[in-house]
């Protein structure tokens, strides 16, 4: 694998620390769902018997964060967590959960993790050395495709679908909300990220079409936030079809690689004006235009 970009994450004024996760803000997005916004989003889910947190935050202090405001919200229940992906802001926080907080993975991710031998930790401890100084992964329970649990009045299908931002990207559906917490895979109002390998946007949304069909009612992204099901799907779905068929056809029409990815990226700027535009978005441009057809 080629080494990996890390996204850069908001930059800490010098003596000052900001919380990257703000338990004040948490708000309630469905019956059973509470959410901590933040660098990332973390999800809770809570039933009558037990609760399900979705991402570590970055590092343990981020994971204490988390845990106090489950604690609040859930007194002494037992604790669930799985991870979106194996990138530190989502999974390398298990020190800071309870002892006792039983960690699901499913086993694709954990391999990614184990073939990735810290390069992508190394590459955030550049901006986040103190929050990353005892990165803890945990040691999961692993599981293949997905794993049901029964919270109580409420459940979680977490499952694995298909490479799309990573490898091993995990989602959770809670289909008594109707509600899909679908970490990179899905943004709202957000280009995706291509860091996963070589995994293009052909096969990024081949995994959507997978579970496009739950048809939540509502989508809960990792780093944007939390809105209309069905539309944000689908918006994707869009972004990512447009962008393969513009960069076919621009390669078709004898554009260099470079002169492709400027030509679909305005282009898709101009079809999605609302969206923030990620730069590594122009990775997966090149992924299309180098695949031989
Ligand atoms: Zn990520």
Redesign the pocket.
């Given at each position: 694998m080629p080494p990996l970009e890390a996204?850069t994450i908001p930059a800490v004024p010098a003596g000052k620390t900001v919380p990257l996760l703000d338990a004040s803000k948490t708000e309630k997005l469905s019956a059973h769902i509470w959410m901590i916004p933040g660098y990332p989003n973390i999800p809770i889910i809570v039933g009558k018997k037990a609760v399900l947190v979705v991402d570590t935050g970055l590092g343990n202090s981020a994971a204490h964060v988390i845990s106090e405001e489950v604690e609040r919200l859930a007194p002494g229940k037992p604790l669930y967590l799985t991870t979106?992906?194996f990138?530190p802001?989502?999974a390398a926080g298990f020190g800071g959960f309870p002892s006792g907080t039983k960690l699901l993975r499913p086993s694709v991710q954990e391999n990614e993790l184990n073939a990735d031998r810290g390069r992508m930790l190394e590459r955030f401890r550049i901006h986040n050395a103190e929050a990353l100084s005892q990165a803890d992964y945990g040691k999961p329970e692993l599981f293949k495709d997905e794993k049901i649990l029964d919270l109580g009045d409420v459940h979680a299908r977490i499952f694995w679908a298909g490479p799309a931002?990573?490898y091993g990207d995990t989602l959770v559906y809670i289909p008594e909300d109707r509600a899909l917490v679908t970490?990179?895979v899905v943004q709202n109002l957000a280009t995706p990220?291509f860091?996963g390998g070589d995994i293009g946007p052909e096969e990024w949304l081949h995994t959507l079409q997978i579970f496009a069909p739950l048809k939540p009612k509502l989508v809960i992204p990792?780093?944007s936030p939390p809105g209309p099901g069905e539309k944000l799907i689908s918006d994707e779905e869009a972004f990512m079809t447009a962008l393969i068929i513009e960069t076919r056809k621009a390669k078709k029409d004898d554009l260099s690689e470079d002169d492709s990815v400027e030509k679909v990226t305005t282009s898709l700027h101009a079809q999605f004006p609302d969206w923030i535009m990620n730069p590594l978005t122009k990775d997966g441009i090149r992924r299309v235009w180098k695949k031989k057809e």
């Amino acid at each position: 694998m080629p080494p990996l970009e890390a996204p850069t994450i908001p930059a800490v004024p010098a003596g000052k620390t900001v919380p990257l996760l703000d338990a004040s803000k948490t708000e309630k997005l469905s019956a059973h769902i509470w959410m901590i916004p933040g660098y990332p989003n973390i999800p809770i889910i809570v039933g009558k018997k037990a609760v399900l947190v979705v991402d570590t935050g970055l590092g343990n202090s981020a994971a204490h964060v988390i845990s106090e405001e489950v604690e609040r919200l859930a007194p002494g229940k037992p604790l669930y967590l799985t991870t979106t992906h194996f990138h530190p802001e989502h999974a390398a926080g298990f020190g800071g959960f309870p002892s006792g907080t039983k960690l699901l993975r499913p086993s694709v991710q954990e391999n990614e993790l184990n073939a990735d031998r810290g390069r992508m930790l190394e590459r955030f401890r550049i901006h986040n050395a103190e929050a990353l100084s005892q990165a803890d992964y945990g040691k999961p329970e692993l599981f293949k495709d997905e794993k049901i649990l029964d919270l109580g009045d409420v459940h979680a299908r977490i499952f694995w679908a298909g490479p799309a931002h990573t490898y091993g990207d995990t989602l959770v559906y809670i289909p008594e909300d109707r509600a899909l917490v679908t970490g990179d895979v899905v943004q709202n109002l957000a280009t995706p990220t291509f860091l996963g390998g070589d995994i293009g946007p052909e096969e990024w949304l081949h995994t959507l079409q997978i579970f496009a069909p739950l048809k939540p009612k509502l989508v809960i992204p990792d780093h944007s936030p939390p809105g209309p099901g069905e539309k944000l799907i689908s918006d994707e779905e869009a972004f990512m079809t447009a962008l393969i068929i513009e960069t076919r056809k621009a390669k078709k029409d004898d554009l260099s690689e470079d002169d492709s990815v400027e030509k679909v990226t305005t282009s898709l700027h101009a079809q999605f004006p609302d969206w923030i535009m990620n730069p590594l978005t122009k990775d997966g441009i090149r992924r299309v235009w180098k695949k031989k057809e």
